[in-house]
């Protein structure tokens, strides 16, 4: 399985971080290429799906898999079609505290099954997406504004 991972540290407190984290629609603001993106509760409320729409059009579906508030984590799988050549897929994102000061680390996960040919070029690629996702999440919770605002 092939993993893709970013992380940093926020200068925001532990529990803002993860209140922003935690909604699941609020990756539409980070995501570099999201145009919308819209929470349903198609099927089980238990497991919302999120429909992420990118400027190209290009749809993606995403299924909540695991919400726990206590150990800050977040997990979705895709739901809509796969991207070519990939098998599966997991997203996690995990929002914890920093003990020295009143920070938090917040690192994110994506794990996936592909095509060895295309193994290095896709982490590349979602490590690359992470990297800018996870900073506009640090930026946002430290009140520097949405991507949309800069």
């Given at each position: 399985m092939a993993r893709a991972y970013a992380s940093t540290v926020v200068n925001q407190n532990v529990d803002d971080v993860w209140n922003l984290v935690r909604t699941f629609d609020a990756v539409g603001r980070w995501i570099p290429g999201a145009k919308s993106c819209v929470?349903?509760?198609t099927g089980s409320p238990a497991q919302p799906i999120r429909r992420i729409i990118l400027t190209d059009d290009t749809v993606v579906d995403e299924t909540l898999?695991?919400?726990?508030?206590?150990r800050r984590v977040i997990r979705y799988q895709f739901t809509s079609s796969l991207p070519r050549g990939m098998r599966s897929f997991l997203g996690t994102a995990h929002v914890r505290p920093v003990t020295d000061g009143d920070r938090a680390f917040l690192e994110?996960?994506?794990e996936f099954d592909c095509d060895a040919t295309?193994?290095?070029a896709i982490?590349?690629?979602?490590g690359t997406?992470?990297?800018k996702?996870?900073?506009a999440v640090a930026a946002e919770a430290e009140g520097l504004g949405t991507r949309d605002d800069r």
């Open positions: 929470t349903t509760t898999v695991t919400l726990d508030d206590v994110w996960i994506s295309i193994e290095t982490v590349r690629n979602i997406t992470l990297t996702l996870i900073a």
